[in-house]
């Protein structure tokens, strides 16, 4: 997983212009991104509660604005979290699904320029479709270099109340690209939720050492309700 986002992050740089003698912060790396989305970098910050269990963050540090929530019973980023820079139309998105206090997963992180979604360097899934007899969703995951192989598997649970009614899981092998439609066929009834995961094996070339391989994992939890 690290790997996938190692390069993730090398795909975009957001310049910052700031005034004429400060210095210009470049995006450039995990570590880079790691930081501007590390709240205790930012001396301005305002904090609002939205709920019993929310509190929503504006922090401002020069020309970025990082923005999202915090569960306060976990005291730890939940849902989605941007990052925006206002001299340029760039934006990173990334959604937190907080475990536990010490387990926090970066679910679907997402790289926007002109409020479009780079879909070759994001890890995300979109709702094609749903309805009572049919759920259409789409993964994406971004490229690696060198790449050798690819293949992934979508496993699913569909619970009705707090009945679970099905189990199954779609796979996919020697794949091309990192798109990946999955149908799940079933007599839905209103309230009905499927709960699951996709989960994407890469193998690639090791750039710097050509007797050995890169094995990276990329993995996006969902769940969707059927209205």
Not at 25 to 50: G, H, P
Not at 74 to 99: M, P, V
Not at 144 to 149: I, R
Not at 161 to 186: M, P
Request: glycine letters at 4%; charged letters at 35%; one cysteine or more.
């Amino acid at each position: 997983m690290k790997k996938f986002i190692i390069f993730l992050l090398f795909s975009l740089v957001i310049i910052s212009c700031q005034k004429k003698n400060e210095k210009i912060k470049v995006i450039k790396n995990i570590r880079d991104v790691e930081e501007m989305f590390q709240l205790k970098n930012y001396k301005t910050q305002v904090r609002m509660a939205s709920n019993d269990s929310t509190d929503h963050i504006t922090a401002q540090l020069g020309d970025f604005t990082l923005s999202g929530d915090i569960d306060t019973k976990l005291n730890c980023k939940t849902g989605i979290w941007s990052l925006k820079n206002r001299t340029d139309s760039k934006e990173i998105q990334i959604d937190y699904i907080a475990f536990d206090k010490n387990d926090v997963f970066k679910n679907q992180i997402v790289f926007k320029e002109h409020n479009k979604i780079d879909s070759s360097a994001s890890k995300f899934y979109i709702t094609k479709d749903k309805n009572p007899k049919e759920l259409v969703l789409k993964f994406f995951s971004p490229k690696m270099q060198d790449e050798l192989s690819k293949e992934a598997k979508v496993g699913y649970r569909i619970y009705r109340g707090s009945k679970r009614i099905k189990d199954d899981s779609i796979t996919y092998k020697d794949v091309k690209e990192g798109k990946y439609l999955s149908k799940i066929n079933f007599t839905f009834k209103k309230g009905d939720k499927i709960v699951g995961s996709f989960s994407e094996f890469v193998t690639s070339k090791n750039s710097r050492s050509k007797d050995s391989l890169i094995m990276g994992n990329n993995t996006i939890y969902f769940i969707e309700k059927i209205e």
